[in-house]
Each structure stands twice: as C-alpha cells, then as structure tokens.
C-alpha cells in the first residue's frame, strides 16, 4: 500500500503546495508512483499542474461529500508516474456538508483505500486550516509533513498543530507519524533565516529533513505555467532541492523497512 502524507500547517503561505507539486513530481521523476490530491478550496495545486477549474470535471469534492469514487476523478499529469485528484473552491461547502454526514472524518481516508494500492506515494495538500478538510486528510495519513518558513513567526502556530495531531492520535487515527519538518523559504544570505534554522533543528531535533527549501524565483514562477519546477527549469536550485528531498524521504523510508525486518 502507497505511504499516505499529508501536507498541513494551518498558517498560509509557508509552502504547502510548492512542496506538495514538486515533492511529488520529483518522487515520480524517481521512478515512484505519485497520487497528489488537492483537499484546499483554492485549487492550488490543480492550476499549479496545468489544469483549468473545470465545471464538468469531477473533483475531491464530489467523492467527499457525493458518491463518486477517487478512481474516477484521478487525472494524469505532464510529469509521467504523477497523478492528481482536483479541486476547486466548491469545496469549501465541505466543511459545512461533511457535519451532516455519518463517519464525516473518514471519508477521504474510506475513498483513499480503494486505489491507495496503485501508489507508492499519495500526497493530501491541505487548507491553511485545522478544519474538516484537514483532520479528513490527517486521519486517511501515515505520517504529516509540516513545512515551516524561515522566518521570525516560524514557530506560531505550530504548537496548535502537534496538539491537534495528538488528538487525531488519541482518537481517529493511533498510528499517526510526523514524516518530517521542512524547513521553506530559506534565504542563506540572512542571518535571520540562519539563525531561525538553527533554532529550528535545536527544537525539533531529527524530526527536521536535511534538506532545506530556498528561496528561488524559479520556483515561484513555475505554478503561473501549470508546471512542477523539474519541467520549468531543472537545473534551478528550486528543482534540485525537492530533488534531494525526495531522495531523502526515499532514504528515510529503506531505513523505515530496515528497522521493521530488523525487528520481525
């Protein structure tokens, strides 16, 4: 079965799209089978993968809250192995919709389960919101991957967060892992970003990737022409660190089977 990630923090603008198009387009230019579902109203990930907001096209919102499966809204994208589940901002009704219905937290996580096996990776970009549409994504999940930005209030917030992955934990979902923090926006030239990282890594330790996210105009770009950044410009910084990220989190995941025949 595909690994389940989600992509949450609940403050806007810190990367959770940008990571979750050229995370996933780069697991899949590594030859691994790539799910990405847009959960946010804004589409983001949609336009940012070339597609328009088609009215007649079926998205995450009629399998959340209607009778239509994952499997018949899933587009394939430019990037070959990379596929996506759209969205648009009728999703927004969700959250109001998905109060009246039966096991409203485990509706994307019971559409989820009938294709999760095609995938290696699937990938949930979640609202900038502890909503429904986040604790859906948190409780169809393996793991959460948080990207934070190198910036004086990286940490706000961040602490309302952990607290409602605990309760997912406690609840809806035990077996809940942090895949990793990751740090965004990182400017080398500053020592407010310097000093923010390092912050950053005293406190949360291992739990923080190697890897780290620049800020790059080529990576800013690239959504405005419905192109992951390995399409748009391959050789720019932007591109070669999610390339890294996503040998760091194939890395981590051989360690991962390691540990558990090691312990079987």
Do not use: W
């Not at 328009?52 to 990037?79: C, F, M, N, R, W």
């Not at 969205?87 to 009704?93: C, P």
């Not at 407010?192 to 291992?206: I, N, P, W």
């Amino acid at each position: 079965m595909g690994r389940v990630i989600a992509i949450a923090n609940q403050k806007g603008g810190v990367g959770k799209t940008t990571t979750a198009i050229n995370l996933s387009a780069a697991l899949a230019a590594h030859g691994q089978r790539v799910l990405l579902i847009d959960n946010d109203p804004q589409g983001n990930a949609t336009t940012g993968l070339g597609f328009t907001k088609d009215p007649a096209q079926p998205k995450v919102y009629e399998a959340l809250v209607g009778d239509h499966d994952l499997e018949s809204i899933i587009l394939p994208t430019a990037v070959y192995g990379l596929d996506l589940v759209p969205a648009d901002r009728n999703l927004v009704a969700a959250n109001i919709e998905l109060l009246e219905l039966d096991g409203r937290e485990f509706r994307l996580r019971d559409k989820l389960a009938r294709v999760q096996h095609k995938y290696d990776y699937v990938f949930i970009d979640c609202p900038p919101a502890l909503d429904l549409l986040t604790l859906n994504a948190l409780v169809a999940a393996d793991a959460v991957l948080i990207p934070i930005q190198c910036e004086f209030f990286a940490l706000e917030g961040i602490s309302q967060l952990f607290d409602t992955i605990d309760r997912v934990r406690a609840s809806l979902n035990p077996a809940l892992e942090i895949e990793g923090i990751l740090l965004t926006m990182y400017d080398d030239r500053t020592n407010l970003s310097r000093q923010v990282a390092a912050d950053l890594r005293e406190f949360f330790a291992d739990e923080v990737f190697q890897t780290v996210i620049p800020r790059n105009v080529r990576l800013a770009e690239a959504p405005s022409h419905g192109q992951p950044v390995i399409l748009y410009d391959i050789r720019s910084v932007g591109a070669q660190s999610y390339i890294q990220l996503a040998k760091e989190i194939l890395r981590n995941a051989n360690r991962r089977l390691a540990a558990s025949q090691g312990t079987g």
